[in-house]
């Protein structure tokens, strides 16, 4: 046996005293001597030379052979002589002593040899590969673990900051923004900071403050007056809310400041549209307007419906409306310009989306119609409700429709069959969310549920003791997340994958006394609610909640 299998032998001998008791036995209580991060066993020791004594290997490891003696007093007599006797044995015969020393020494004997031993089995691994090899060996760890890799030593921040390395690790974990270096997290002296590592400690801070609550006080934007806001879009840093007093406001999602009041229609506004800056809002006086939200201007009012404009959806240049006159109208936004008109309901239309290629509506004649806007042939009429249809929504394959009839269907957009009738919510489903085959229903009977749209399966109800107490008014679902506001005056955030409830993002003063949570809109940074109350006890509003608080933090640092 060599030099280092004895050693091996001995550093297990001495280990299992320590954690065992004389007897052999576990100790009932206490935690093991841990061998610390950087251990590695000696079986895993590679050297070049093979040490022939311990000496040989501190000298290896870059000790001096001289080291801490213990001052204990003089040696005693015979110390040489039983020296010589021990290195003239076999190395079968050394382990039997060795063995038996050991049994007789006292457990702070033990431990004095184990400091003296240890530090030799003890390697920086990481630093004796080539740096390939070593970044290799770190694609393996979480990016939790890599952050606390990066403050073992200089060397292995430089590892730990490569970009390429947090590029993968980004995407991994879904993080697709690639974010510019910003001047806090570049001020380290000698240390090149990777802006995939500031990507994703970025939006891990974010994903915190969703879930923790870190956002500070909301931002509060008071307008309107008293009255009700109806609508509510939020596209980069532009908020715009529609209201039954005739205006939309264009706010800014950064200072809280009314940017400009855009004033025209005649009757109160019902849906809006965005895209970038521009606005397309429809209105109880039977026009939609094309709003330049940048400048406050009215580029084209459009005319030609002979009821109140109830609906609309946007895709592109093209936005497609809906009326209680029965009919769909597509407009170009650019000119203003009625391109087609769809015609077959026979009572309003409540709801539409549109995918650029087809138009999908839902009316209170309980009908869903799907459509190719540029023929305006009627490709489909879906029949199975057995209510008024208020909500919508289409991916392209599934259309999704909810009724006052309290059921959801499910139909497919290419040959109108129903594939699946989702029952279980008690009333009036009055938004849905679709996105990646789930689905995502808020109804008046206070609960928010979760579905496959390919099975059909509810996957889970949102309700329990933190419920809402009220109908829910509204929805998103993002990040995991899933949003809700209600008529109770709250906004509930919930774990899409568990159904959990987190917490209450919005709580009202008046709620439970009036106060309404109207509209919500979510980006990945950002939530704005408006809300107000139908008896006085709630100002009309929106809250802004910010939950990219650093970024914030940098950017007035920067001004």
Not at 99 to 127: A, G, N, W, Y
Not at 184 to 189: K, L, Y
Not at 361 to 376: A, L, N
């Amino acid at each position: 046996m060599g030099f280092y299998g004895s050693l091996k032998l001995i550093f297990y001998k001495m280990k299992r005293k320590l954690d065992h008791g004389p007897d052999g036995r576990p100790f009932p209580s206490g935690k093991k001597r841990c061998k610390g991060k950087a251990y590695l066993s000696p079986a895993s020791l590679v050297q070049s030379t093979t040490p022939t004594t311990f000496g040989d290997l501190r000298l290896a490891n870059g000790h001096s052979a001289q080291r801490r003696r213990v001052t204990s007093g003089p040696p005693p007599s015979g110390l040489q002589d039983w020296l010589h006797t021990f290195q003239a044995w076999s190395g079968p015969e050394r382990l039997l002593v060795l063995d038996e020393l050991i049994d007789r020494c006292e457990t702070s004997q033990v431990k004095h040899m184990m400091q003296v031993i240890e530090p030799q089995f003890q390697r920086d691994f990481i630093s004796l590969l080539p740096k390939e090899l070593a970044l290799y060996v770190l694609t393996f760890l979480a990016p939790r673990d890599l952050l606390q890799a990066a403050q073992t030593c200089r060397y292995w921040r430089i590892l730990a900051e490569d970009n390429l390395l947090w590029r993968e690790k980004c995407r991994e974990e879904g993080v697709s923004e690639y974010a510019s270096c910003r001047r806090r997290e570049c001020s380290r002296p000698g240390v090149a900071a990777s802006p995939w590592k500031s990507a994703y400690i970025r939006q891990h801070r974010i994903e915190n403050n969703w879930r923790k609550g870190d956002t500070g006080e909301p931002m509060v934007l008071k307008g309107h007056d008293d009255h009700v806001i109806t609508c509510l879009q939020f596209s980069g840093d532009l908020i715009v809310s529609g209201s039954d007093d005739n205006t939309l406001k264009v706010w800014s999602a950064v200072t809280g400041k009314c940017l400009r009041t855009l004033t025209g229609h005649t009757g109160g506004v019902w849906c809006s549209q965005m895209a970038d800056t521009t606005v397309i809002s429809g209105s109880t006086d039977r026009t939609l307007r094309v709003w330049d939200a940048e400048r406050g201007e009215c580029v084209h009012t459009l005319y030609g419906h002979t009821s109140t404009v109830r609906c609309m959806g946007l895709h592109g240049n093209r936005v497609v409306s809906g009326s209680r006159d029965t009919t769909l109208r597509v407009w170009d936004v650019l000119t203003g310009r009625c391109e087609h008109v769809l015609t077959g309901h026979v009572a309003a239309v409540r709801c539409v989306q549109y995918d650029g290629r087809r138009v999908v509506s839902g009316g209170y004649d309980y009908m869903v119609k799907v459509w190719d806007p540029e023929t305006e042939a009627c490709l489909h009429t879906l029949q199975g409700h057995t209510n008024r249809v208020y909500s919508l929504q289409f991916d392209g394959v599934f259309v999704v429709s909810g009724s006052l009839d309290t059921s959801i269907r499910v139909w497919d957009a290419e040959t109108g069959g129903c594939v699946h009738t989702l029952t279980g919510h008690q009333s009036l489903t009055s938004g849905m969310e679709l996105r990646d085959n789930i689905l995502v229903s808020g109804n008046a009977d206070s609960t928010v549920r979760v579905w496959d749209v390919r099975t059909g399966q509810c996957l889970h109800t949102l309700q329990g003791p933190m419920k809402h107490q009220s109908a829910v008014t509204c929805l998103q679902f993002c990040r995991g997340l899933v949003l809700s506001s209600s008529d109770d005056g709250t906004v509930k955030l919930w774990d899409l994958k568990t159904g959990a409830w987190l917490r209450d993002v919005v709580a009202l003063q008046s709620r439970g006394s009036g106060g309404v949570v109207w509209r919500i809109r979510a980006s990945d940074t950002r939530l704005v609610c408006a809300a107000g109350s139908r008896n006085g006890t709630e100002e009309t509003k929106l809250l802004v909640l910010d939950f990219d608080l650093e970024d914030q933090k940098t950017k007035t640092e920067t001004e």
